[in-house]
């Protein structure tokens, strides 16, 4: 039988995040900067290397693929590599196929992404005002997005929303985007904003809205139950007793929860990050293009990589100032 992931930490690793292009539609302002140059079309692996690489993961352990990017949904033809996991999921060795997206192509793929075993997604919006969508996204549109959403729900995909929690951004809508998730039976998570990549002019302290804040506010309002439940990633979860929504906190910054990382991260170049908030990676597509009909070298590798899985990550704004920075954009290793 195949050795299960297991990294220096004894955390077992049944959980990869994959993405699947660094391109996106919009231009989040905390995630790039307006003028972003991306990787040659010729130095993404193939949808069928992509292939090779999650079914080799799959073989070692790893039970749930997250799809993601840049937007995973503008990387052409992507239907045909979330088809091919399929066999996965139908074979039972893959327990999830999901991705994270901006919602702004749900409403032409919610169909074949339920269809390809697809059951939940995880769609990004930080706000419900029109012009405040258009700003924090430069080039997004919030009507398209709702559809998107509305597609997903029709298709049978269960929604979550996941909102980077933005001081003096959307502050002001936590009531109005908890209950609107409410009213649509979808589950919210908050996100403390990280420090990665150059974004420009922006400055990550102005944006920085410490969860602790937030859930205190809630608190104000809504009777908050702290639920078990965990994903072996950084998001704690309580139930709303008064809507019996389900809102998540996922705060890197206020409280690390490394110890029970279960997740590495796959780049559409290849480079597998052992942790989102270092720079340690290890090339894979070395092992995967120099042997094309051999997945041991690659299994090999991978394995070597998770051996060299850090404690945790090092982001850091507590002296008011920016600790623990790392130079790559979120949309490199996808979140
Ligand atoms: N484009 C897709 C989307 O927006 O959902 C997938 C990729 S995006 C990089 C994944 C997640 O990372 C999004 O929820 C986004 O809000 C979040 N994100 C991007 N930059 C971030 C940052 N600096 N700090 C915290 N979250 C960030
Ligand atoms: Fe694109 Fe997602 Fe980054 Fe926004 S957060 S720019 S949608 S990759």
Redo the contacts with the bound molecule.
């Keep these: 039988m195949t050795q299960p992931l297991i990294d220096p930490f004894q955390r077992p690793i049944s959980y990869l995040r994959v993405s699947v292009t660094d391109r ?1 539609d ?3 302002v905390y ?2 900067s307006e003028n972003m140059t991306f990787l040659p079309k010729k130095d993404l692996l193939t949808l069928e290397e992509l292939d090779r690489m999650c079914s080799s993961f799959v073989r070692l352990g790893v039970e749930k693929l997250r799809i993601t ?3 995973p949904l503008v990387r052409r033809d992507i239907m045909t590599f979330f088809r091919a996991m399929t066999r996965h999921l139908d074979a039972g060795a893959l327990k999830e196929l999901t991705l994270t997206t ?1 919602g702004s192509q749900l409403g032409r793929f919610a169909d074949d992404l339920y269809d390809a075993g697809v059951r939940r997604v995880n769609v ?1 919006l930080d706000t419900l005002d029109e012009k405040k969508f258009a700003d924090i ?1 430069r080039w ?1 549109r919030l009507p398209q997005v709702i559809k998107g959403i509305d597609a997903a729900q029709k298709a049978g995909l269960r929604v979550k929303i996941n909102a980077v929690a933005l001081k003096g951004f959307n502050e002001d809508e936590l009531f109005s985007i908890t209950e609107w998730c409410a009213e649509r039976d979808m589950d919210l998570t908050w996100i403390e904003v990280m420090p990665m990549g150059d974004i420009g002019n922006e400055d990550r302290l102005d944006q920085y809205w410490k969860l602790d804040d937030l859930r205190a506010r809630l608190a104000e309002r809504y009777t908050l139950t702290d639920l078990p439940e965990r994903t072996g990633g950084p998001a704690r979860y309580v139930r709303l007793e008064e809507t019996g929504q389900k809102t998540g906190f996922i705060t890197p910054l206020t409280h690390n929860f490394c110890e029970s990382c279960n997740r590495v991260r796959l780049t559409c170049t290849g480079e597998l990050f052992m942790c989102l908030g270092q720079e340690d990676n290890a090339d894979l597509r070395v092992a995967l293009r120099n042997f094309p009909e051999d997945d041991s070298p690659l299994e090999d590798a991978i394995r070597a990589a998770i051996a060299l899985k850090p404690k945790g990550h090092d982001f850091d704004y507590s002296r008011q100032k920016v600790d623990g920075r790392v130079s790559r954009h ?2 490199h290793t996808g ?1």
Excluded: A, I
């Design positions: 996106c919009f231009r989040c995630c790039m990017g840049g937007e901006n990004s996204t997004g979120m949309s979140g």
